[in-house]
């Protein structure tokens, strides 16, 4: 069932199930909280209270907004948190795993811990030599080429290359709602608002970050020539201990929805490890 919370700018969707520690669950560029449909279920099992949250201008939030970086995603996010009687483990994706950062390192008695899958959190810059990877060079034509004209084609074209190899088993599905989703009005201009947003905030606050940080990355992921390699800096730029990086062989940039249960099982673990810590 879908809730809403008032936050400064408009109004947050969410939804909430299950019961136990919090886990807040925010979703990439483009998408909703029905990119985690696969994974609620058995974080809810496995004796969670989940809150899946559509990003601000996606989903079903509210469409007008002043503002789209990453800072503002956190303050959402935090906001939400409070709302349901926080702390969290904060779990993002993409964009969100910058916002993610953002707010462990701003309000850490909020964040338990955090998990980012295919994180844009650190500025970014592409070398001559990354343009000789295909994936990559073919990731980032449509990426740009969607954001820039706001081309449903071009977005519908970046995620067949964003989920390489075989496709989940409800891709038609799926497809069909980020489509209809990105026709309402206001939406498509809200992706490519957030699209522009420069993950350099997120990267200033790394530092920062007191919390354990779970980062993961597909081995095929088209947003960067070498994922590993991204997913490392992120790690690196951690205060020392605090990072850890797992890597899943074959999947792209939405790993959560093509391997749910491998993300669920590394989070799961992760949160035992964490809490064995404290």
């Given at each position: 069932m879908t809730e809403y919370l008032a936050v400064d700018g408009g109004t947050i969707a969410y939804?909430?199930?299950?019961?136990?520690?919090?886990?807040?669950?925010a979703h990439g560029v483009g998408d909703s909280r029905e990119a985690y449909r696969a994974v609620i279920p058995e974080l809810v099992t496995a004796g969670y209270r989940v809150a899946a949250v559509d990003?601000?201008?996606?989903?079903?939030?509210?469409?007008?907004?002043?503002?789209?970086?990453?800072?503002?995603?956190?303050?959402?996010?935090?906001?939400?948190?409070?709302?349901?009687?926080?702390p969290a483990v904060l779990v993002g994706h993409s964009v969100s795993g910058g916002a993610a950062t953002i707010a462990a390192a701003r309000e850490p008695s909020l964040v338990t811990?955090?998990?980012?899958?295919?994180?844009?959190?650190?500025?970014?810059?592409?070398?001559?030599?990354?343009?000789?990877?295909?994936?990559?060079?073919?990731?980032?034509?449509?990426?740009?080429?969607?954001?820039?004209?706001?081309?449903?084609?071009?977005?519908r074209s970046y995620l067949d290359v964003a989920y390489p190899g075989v496709k989940p088993a409800d891709w038609t599905e799926r497809l069909g709602l980020i489509e209809t989703r990105l026709r309402e009005p206001?939406?498509?201009?809200?992706?490519?608002?957030?699209g522009r947003s420069a993950p350099t905030d997120a990267g200033a606050r790394l530092g920062d970050v007191r919390c354990p940080v779970l980062v993961v990355m597909g081995t095929l992921d088209p947003?960067?020539?070498?994922?590993h390699a991204e997913g490392s800096a992120v790690v690196d730029a951690l205060p020392s201990g605090l990072g850890r990086l797992e890597m899943i062989e074959g999947a792209g940039h939405y790993?959560?929805?093509?391997?749910?249960?491998?993300?669920?099982?590394?989070?799961?673990?992760f949160l035992r490890s964490d809490s064995a810590r404290a």
């Open positions: 939804e909430v199930a299950g019961s136990g520690p919090l886990i807040v669950l990003l601000r201008g996606c989903g079903e939030s509210s469409v007008d907004w002043p503002a789209w970086s990453r800072s503002d995603i956190a303050g959402d996010l935090l906001a939400l948190i409070r709302h349901l009687g926080g811990s955090v998990v980012e899958l295919a994180p844009f959190t650190r500025k970014q810059s592409i070398r001559l030599g990354d343009l000789r990877v295909r994936r990559f060079r073919r990731g980032m034509v449509r990426l740009l080429g969607a954001g820039l004209f706001g081309s449903l084609p071009l977005w206001g939406r498509m201009k809200a992706m490519q608002a957030m947003d960067w020539a070498d994922p790993p959560h929805h093509q391997f749910p249960d491998r993300v669920v099982t590394l989070l799961l673990a």
